[in-house]
């Protein structure tokens, strides 16, 4: 019989914050060839396009890249529709923009023992030195494909909608032992005290 897991008392810090968010998901992508072009033209609009593999926090919204000239932009609820038909038409014909809210699923993970704890289902080496604060990948947890963001608050997470509830309950089992706490949701604004940047919808 192997020993039980252990189990923080309750002075012991928390492992592991687990929150979700509903939040704005928008893929802007490029047209092929047309990528500095667009580029252009949404940092015009206060919105700096990070490079491969890097993700970029202002006040209000967070953008990642983690496939070649696709970035997803992440920022607080809006009318249904609203973000994506603003960029879409911003973006003219150098690339076009797509509302993901419903498609993906958001959540944040915070505390000493998040990257150990990830650690123990993702392909990716969450080491702070490989995995710094701005980076962001595709990883495959819990044999579901999903989104990570290093971010000065911790680690965002983003699943398919229709397995994020197999996701979410992965992380709670594998966070136990860790100390869970699950917590209110979180919003936008709270994944970075940096408030130095602003990015901004087109008006």
């Given amino acids: 019989m192997s020993?039980?897991?252990?189990?923080?008392?309750?002075?012991?810090?928390?492992?592991?914050?687990?929150r979700g968010c509903t939040m704005d998901i928008i893929q802007i992508a490029a047209v092929?060839?047309?990528a500095r072009e667009l580029e252009r033209i949404t940092r015009e609009r206060g919105l700096q396009l990070p490079a491969l593999g890097r993700a970029a926090l202002g006040?209000?919204?967070l953008v990642l890249c983690v496939r070649p000239e696709r970035w997803l932009l992440v920022a607080p609820?809006?009318?249904p529709g609203a973000g994506a038909q603003l960029w879409h038409t911003a973006c003219g014909h150098a690339g076009a923009a797509l509302d993901l809210s419903c498609a993906l699923s958001a959540l944040h993970l915070a505390g000493p023992a998040v990257r150990e704890m990830l650690g123990r289902g993702c392909r990716l080496d969450l080491d702070p030195d490989a995995f710094p604060a701005?980076?962001?990948?595709?990883?495959?947890?819990?044999?579901?494909?999903?989104i990570l963001a290093a971010v000065p608050s911790g680690v965002l997470l983003l699943a398919p909608s229709s397995t994020a509830r197999h996701v979410r309950a992965w992380l709670c089992g594998v966070a136990r032992p860790?100390?869970?706490m699950p917590q209110a949701d979180f919003t936008v604004a709270e994944l970075s005290g940096d408030h130095r940047s602003s990015c901004r919808l087109p008006g």
Avoid at 3 to 18: I, K
């Fill in 77 to 79: 609820p809006a009318s």
């Fill in 178 to 180: 860790f100390g869970l």
């Fill in 134 to 146: 701005g980076a962001a990948a595709a990883t495959i947890i819990a044999q579901v494909s999903v």
């Fill in 32 to 34: 092929r060839g047309r």
């Fill in 3 to 18: 020993a039980p897991e252990p189990r923080p008392s309750h002075s012991e810090t928390v492992g592991v914050r687990l």
């Fill in 59 to 61: 006040p209000e919204q």
